[in-house]
């Protein structure tokens, strides 16, 4: 499995970003996003089925939104009125048709106030 995350960078508070992820080597019954800071566990952000079905972490409800291109295997996050809070290392994350987890290699979002 291998996963090519894009996007990320330095944003002002209230902006927006939009994280993309290109997976290859299986077939993925689940992709999405989690975010770790230092100090904290990795924590899910978003996550989406290969049915469209979509689940969100309560901090970015309303303002995160996730879709995903099942012919290209890649998913995508659009992040809207971002906050300092939300500065992170952004992690691709993919669970193939086996159940098997994998992460990319993340990707540095960094809110300023």
């Known amino acids: 499995v291998q996963l090519q995350a894009s996007g990320g960078g330095l944003v002002q508070a209230g902006g927006s970003l939009r994280l993309s992820c290109a997976a290859s080597?299986?077939?993925?019954?689940?992709m999405g996003w989690h975010r770790q800071t230092p100090g904290k566990q990795r924590e899910l952000v978003a996550t989406?089925?290969?049915?469209?079905?979509?689940e969100y972490a309560d901090s970015v409800k309303g303002r995160f939104s996730i879709s995903r291109d099942n012919a290209k295997n890649t998913v995508n996050l659009h992040m809207n009125t971002l906050k300092p809070e939300d500065t992170a290392v952004y992690f691709c994350?993919?669970?193939?048709?086996?159940?098997?987890?994998?992460w990319g290699q993340g990707t540095q979002v960094t809110v300023s106030s």
């Open positions: 994350y993919v669970r193939t048709r086996f159940g098997i987890p994998r």
């Open positions: 080597g299986s077939i993925f019954s689940l």
């Open positions: 989406i089925t290969s049915a469209d079905i979509t």
